[in-house]
């Protein structure tokens, strides 16, 4: 059951580039560790080591990074892998993390 940050969180992203998969109107993960990961960002964001949207400006900037990447070198999609990548580029923004620790984060 989500809190009103998590529906909060969840409302802002429907219908915007950011938005995660969804399969019959519900979050839709197909690991385990995507599940966890987006449990994680909401609870660290909730407790306010950084704002929700600064997180989501970065999740459609690794979006946008993965799109204008040449074909030949694009890895193949995966949301929750941009979905990282914004989370570990936000941590260490906000100095939760140091950027040698992020680097060792699937990218």
């Known amino acids: 059951m989500f809190t009103r940050f998590e529906d909060f969180a969840a409302s802002q ?3 915007s580039p950011d ?13 385990e560790w995507e599940r966890s990961l987006f449990g994680l960002t909401l609870a660290v964001s909730k407790q306010g080591h950084f704002e929700w949207e600064q997180f989501r400006r970065n999740l459609i900037g690794a979006i946008a990074t993965w799109e204008r990447t040449d074909c030949a070198d694009q890895p193949p999609w995966d949301y929750y892998e941009r979905f990282l990548s914004a989370l570990v580029k936000t941590l260490i923004e906000h100095d939760l993390i140091l950027a040698e620790e992020g680097d060792g984060a699937r990218l």
Do not use: D, E, T
């Not at 938005?19 to 690991?31: D, E, Q, T, V």
């Open 19 to 31: 938005s995660p998969p969804r399969s019959m109107g519900k979050l839709h993960f197909a690991h």
């Open 13 to 15: 992203m429907l219908g």
